[in-house]
């Protein structure tokens, strides 16, 4: 079995588990009752901002370029509505954790940005007390939003370069220059986020071993205090599909000198794409979250949410067309109290998920709570585990199994590996809008 997994090093991105082409129609089911029973003491708050200055050829994400600026007000409008049901229906005690993504948050205004975080003060989030990230791209950072940012108490800031050389970028088609990377580099420094983190690609048309690791390097000397590294998957309905890519994959070769690179410039491996420069200081909350077993509750469209049960959201599109009219009905809803859209999950996909989530990540599996919550051996249970063990890919250490540096390289084949038959038909059957 291991060795079928080097023969497709990356089969798909595992972060979140069951994928989201897994959703489908629910039977509306009522908010209030789906929390009923969660803990709700180191929530996840994570909120969707689906908009963006350009759409990268790259990019999958649910997210729309240059909306006209009364659908941001609508939008906005709409997103304190929901955190209103959210607080009445749910009543989250506090938050362990809150992210703002999207699409690109900074696209934004800075009154805009105000009413954000007054929404997100609203429903009980307090970046100030908490692990703290905000995305933003080079085009739409100022010194007025980071300064807003800063006080608000965001203290980790990331940012899409993907990479420091101009034709690479056009290959994956994102019109950057790179005066407007380093200015915004040279801006960010300027104010006391404690993580200021990169995105990078590896594998874009035209990339050559030596100009990858020269966006690498460039990260290092600017000392960003977290690097992700993104291997390039073309995907449907995106803009590069449209490009002519060239057949030689040399993926896996970029990313393994990039990994020592890094990691002789005093970055530890985190995850296969995550790298954190050693002594980064981190912000704790009261209550740590935990992703694999406390709840998250996204707000906005193309959010998505967790309970142990049921995972939610809107519906997702990448076609621009369709995401606008996800939008609409989105701002159009008059009431938040039903779930409509998602993933019920037996305990089956219960177990999955809390194994795909820790393997994956270099805390790993901790083998003794997983018996604790399900009764059982999870090495008995998944014998994959067993086998990546025997293959030197993970280790069994005091109770907790953790992926050694190669299994680490092979993260995108071994999360796909651990799905449930029931969820990659599901995938297989799925219909991309």
Known sequence: MVKTLFDNIYEGYAYSYPHKHSYRRLNNLQLQTLWQEEKKDALFLYVHLPFCEMRCGFCNLFTIANPQNNMVDAYLQTLEREALAINNLVAPQSFGQLAVGGGTPSFLQPHQLEKLFAIIRKLG??????????????????????????????????????????????????????????????????????????????????????????????????????????????????????????????????????????????????????????????????????????????????????????HYSSEYAVARQNIRSIIEKYIAKTHFNEVDYGIELNKEEQQRRFVIKSVLHGTGLNVNRYQTLYGHDALLKYPLLQELIKAGMASLKNGIMRLTESGLDYSDAIGPALYSEDIKQLITEFELQ
Not at 280 to 304: F, N, W
Request: hydrophobic letters at 35%; one cysteine or more; proline letters at 5%.
């Open 125 to 310: 989030g307090k970046p100030e007390h908490m692990p703290s990230s905000f995305e933003v791209s080079p085009a739409t950072v100022t010194r007025e939003k980071l300064g807003l940012l800063n006080e608000q108490g965001i203290d980790r800031v990331s940012m899409g370069v993907q990479s420091f050389l101009e034709p690479e970028v056009k290959a994956l088609g994102r019109p950057q220059k790179n005066n407007e990377v380093y200015a915004a580099l040279d801006l960010l420094k300027q104010y006391s986020f404690s993580t200021i983190n990169l995105d990078l690609i590896y594998g874009a048309y035209g990339q050559t071993l030596s100009s990858w690791l020269h966006s690498v390097q460039e990260v290092i000397r600017y000392e960003a205090e977290e690097v992700f590294m993104y291997p390039l998957y073309v995907r449907p309905l995106t803009g590069i599909t449209k490009l002519n890519q060239g057949p030689e994959d040399n993926r896996f070769i970029f990313y393994r000198e990039a990994k020592q690179m890094l990691l002789a410039a005093g970055y530890h491996q985190v995850s296969m794409r995550m790298f954190r420069k050693a002594n980064t200081p981190h912000k704790q909350a009261v209550r740590s979250y935990s992703c694999q077993e406390d709840g998250m509750i996204g707000l906005g469209a193309g959010a998505r949410s967790y309970t142990h049960t049921v």
